[in-house]
């Protein structure tokens, strides 16, 4: 007979253990219900101190046969054990479940999990998302020593169609290491580049396994794979980009041993392609690229080697003067005339890429004398951008160069605007705005259009200026004068703008040295320009005497009116200036001149016109101007 618990008894000792129940319950029946409380109650003590006693000499046991800290190594790998049997599982969601609990878990690479995951690796019996399931978990396992066939599995999959596969494969593939290096490179020599497919529009066959054959190559670094990601390049240059800008993360990473690996490794490639060739140029300029993230100076003469050989083509010197932005932090002439010779390419597209290296660089006088060749550039774009980069420095440097594009601009107007209009936006920004090499410039030019233009430009702020600025301006006026410049007038008129009185001072001094040395035609010209700043009556007197000098004293009423002798001369008897007392003295003025001005006055009704006519009548006496004068009175007394 069973029991419900699945065990079986005797029936005969059934039966005696049952009558021997009855027989104890019918003795004890006579017992006060107390005894039967203590009983129980004795029982469950003993039980309790059973359990008690049991459990101790258990962990009593464990104790003695296990170590003192116990791992829970065992625990994982059983479970490891039971995940990697759910990879072949027909269920194709539990098999992804399984491969990312595995990758997980964690452990090496080894036996079952190892032949577990290449199985799930097999593109003809599985789908993509069980593949990159694995795939992460290949590249989240312990790699070292990983078999040959889970291996061959990752490296296949670097050329699957799904993106999303060949991305997880790059991961795995790194993830095992070194190993994968040398058969990545044969593979990398047979990838088919057929170009079938990039006739309408698609990538060509085996493009993207390569490319993904050197994201791996250029993650692990050393010299065998950059050696094979430059072989690649020539083999195919549209790699080129990917190739650089897996580098370009390597060196951001790489400690000085490994930079300096690279750089020779470089170098050496470089010194075994020296000259141009259409199927190494984009390897070569790749190269340089990466050598430009290395900011080494040291490459600093192989790249103004290549930055300035014309006969490379654009993309080579292009990349070297890229370069030369990371590499060189400073502007030694070698870098300059490398960089200037590539801004004056043909080709705009370099010429701006030179700019905008030199514009990196830090502004100097050399610096900024190179940004003013540019500036006279034909190119106007060229031009612009060279004015640009002076106008955003904060230096004096730039403000000196700009000066000197607007003085020698001569009649291009354009050019000399686009530096006046830098000049303008410093002074704005509260920067030199080059207005002390404007005045040098302008004391020192012999073109009065530039004389006028530099005028032009600083006639609105000279009257802010310091006074010693002012003083400056007033000497810098006076050297124009005495060296016979062209911009010495509009020096001193600017001067005058800033500070009539000081100006008019110093004009005077000029016009009593010119007196002094006899040069009429200096001391006219100081005297016209002293006019229009602060004259005094003297100051007028003497200029009337050159206007009557080159008056041609035509007394008829037309002709007189535009006599600006005659203007000033009656200016001056208004002003109480004793101007015949003045004339008596004057050994310079002929009787004919005085004749002129006494008859214009008496034609005008000033009695100063009959003192000029008896002055001529005393000077003349029976001439035939004295005869004149003495009728021309007799007719005005009537």
């Given at each position: 007979?069973?029991?419900?618990?699945?065990?079986?008894?005797?029936?005969?000792?059934?039966?005696?253990?049952?009558?021997?129940?009855?027989?104890?319950?019918?003795?004890?029946?006579?017992?006060?219900?107390?005894?039967?409380?203590?009983?129980?109650?004795?029982?469950?003590?003993?039980?309790?101190?059973?359990?008690?006693?049991?459990?101790?000499?258990?962990?009593?046991?464990?104790?003695?046969?296990?170590?003192?800290?116990?791992?829970?190594?065992?625990?994982?790998?059983?479970?490891?054990?039971?995940v990697v049997g759910l990879l072949a599982s027909s269920?194709?969601?539990?098999?992804?479940?399984?491969?990312?609990?595995?990758?997980?878990?964690?452990?090496?690479?080894?036996?079952?999990?190892?032949?577990?995951?290449?199985?799930?690796?097999?593109?003809?019996?599985?789908?993509?998302?069980?593949?990159?399931?694995?795939?992460r978990a290949v590249a989240k396992l312990r790699a070292d020593g990983v078999p040959d066939e889970l291996r061959a599995a990752v490296l296949n999959l670097l050329g699957a169609r799904d993106e999303g596969v060949r991305e997880a494969a790059v991961e795995a593939a790194v993830a095992?290491?070194?190993?994968?290096?040398?058969?990545?490179?044969?593979?990398?020599?047979?990838?088919?580049?057929?170009?079938?497919?990039?006739?309408?529009?698609?990538?060509?066959?085996?493009?993207?396994?390569?490319?993904?054959?050197?994201?791996?190559?250029?993650?692990?670094?050393?010299?065998?794979?950059?050696?094979?990601?430059?072989?690649?390049?020539?083999?195919?240059?549209?790699s080129a980009r990917t190739v650089t800008h897996e580098l370009r993360a390597q060196i951001k990473d790489a400690d000085g041993n490994a930079r300096r690996a690279l750089r020779a490794q470089l170098e050496a490639f470089l010194a075994?392609?020296?000259?141009?060739?259409?199927?190494?140029?984009?390897?070569?300029?790749?190269?340089?690229?990466?050598?430009?993230?290395?900011?080494?100076?040291?490459?600093?003469?192989?790249?103004?080697?290549?930055?300035?050989?014309?006969?490379?083509?654009d993309e080579v010197r292009q990349e070297a003067v890229i370069a030369l932005r990371f590499a060189a932090h400073s502007a030694d002439a070698s870098v300059l005339g490398a960089l200037l010779d590539a801004a004056k390419a043909q080709s705009s597209t370099l010429a701006q890429t030179a700019l905008l290296t030199l514009g990196a660089l830090p502004m100097s006088a050399k610096v900024a004398a190179?940004?003013?060749?540019?500036?006279?550039?034909?190119?106007?774009?060229?031009a612009h951008l060279a004015i640009r980069r002076l106008a955003s420095d904060k230096s004096a440097d730039g403000a000196a160069a700009l000066a000197a594009i607007v003085a020698d601009a001569g009649r291009d107007e354009q050019r000399a605007q686009l530096a006046a209009d830098a000049l303008a936006e410093r002074r704005v920004a509260g920067h030199d705005d080059g207005a002390e090499a404007l005045v040098t410039h302008l004391a020192a030019t012999d073109d009065a259009r530039t004389a006028a233009r530099i005028r032009h430009l600083l006639r609105p702020v000279a009257p802010s200026w310091p006074s010693s600025q002012k003083k400056k301006l007033l000497a810098s006026a006076r050297k124009a004068l005495d060296?016979?410049?062209?911009?010495?007038?509009?020096?001193y008129d600017l001067a005058a703008h800033a500070d009539a009185k000081a100006t008019a001072k110093d004009l005077r001094e000029a016009v009593a040295a010119a007196r002094k040395s006899r040069k009429r035609d200096r001391e006219r010209e100081l005297l016209g320009l002293l006019l229009?700043?602060?004259?005094?009556?003297?100051?007028?007197?003497?200029?009337a005497?050159?206007?009557?000098?080159?008056?041609?004293?035509?007394?008829?009423?037309?002709?007189?009116?535009g006599d600006e002798a005659l203007r000033l001369f009656d200016r001056l008897a208004r002003e109480d200036f004793d101007l015949s007392g003045a004339l008596r003295k004057e050994k310079n003025v002929s009787p004919e001149q005085l004749y002129y001005l006494g008859f214009c006055f008496v034609e005008e009704g000033n009695d100063l016109g009959e003192e000029l006519l008896r002055l001529v009548v005393e000077q003349a006496g029976r001439k035939k101007i004295g005869k004149a004068a003495k009728n021309k009175l007799e007719l005005a007394a009537r």
């Open positions: 007979m069973s029991r419900p618990g699945g065990t079986s008894a005797p029936t005969g000792a059934k039966s005696a253990k049952s009558a021997k129940s009855a027989k104890n319950a019918k003795g004890s029946s006579a017992k006060p219900a107390k005894d039967t409380k203590s009983v129980h109650a004795k029982d469950t003590k003993t039980s309790n101190d059973t359990k008690t006693s049991n459990a101790k000499d258990a962990h009593a046991r464990d104790t003695k046969s296990s170590p003192a800290k116990a791992s829970p190594t065992n625990g994982t790998a059983a479970s490891r054990g039971g269920d194709p969601e539990v098999r992804v479940a399984a491969a990312v609990v595995l990758g997980e878990l964690g452990g090496d690479l080894q036996g079952p999990v190892a032949r577990a995951l290449a199985a799930l690796l097999d593109p003809d019996a599985h789908d993509t998302l069980a593949q990159r399931a694995a795939l095992i290491g070194k190993d994968v290096v040398v058969p990545l490179r044969k593979r990398l020599e047979n990838v088919p580049l057929g170009a079938a497919g990039a006739l309408k529009g698609m990538p060509a066959p085996g493009a993207a396994e390569k490319r993904a054959i050197e994201t791996v190559l250029s993650r692990l670094g050393g010299k065998e794979a950059l050696g094979a990601l430059l072989v690649g390049i020539i083999d195919d240059p549209a075994a392609h020296p000259k141009p060739d259409a199927k190494t140029d984009p390897a070569r300029a790749a190269a340089l690229k990466v050598l430009g993230h290395l900011e080494d100076e040291r490459i600093v003469p192989l790249l103004v080697k290549h930055a300035k050989n014309p006969k490379e083509p190179a940004f003013r060749e540019l500036a006279s550039h034909p190119d106007v774009a060229r060296a016979g410049r062209v911009g010495w007038r509009e020096a229009r700043i602060d004259p005094t009556p003297e100051d007028r007197y003497r200029l005497l050159f206007l009557l000098a080159e008056s041609k004293l035509d007394p008829k009423l037309h002709a007189r009116r």
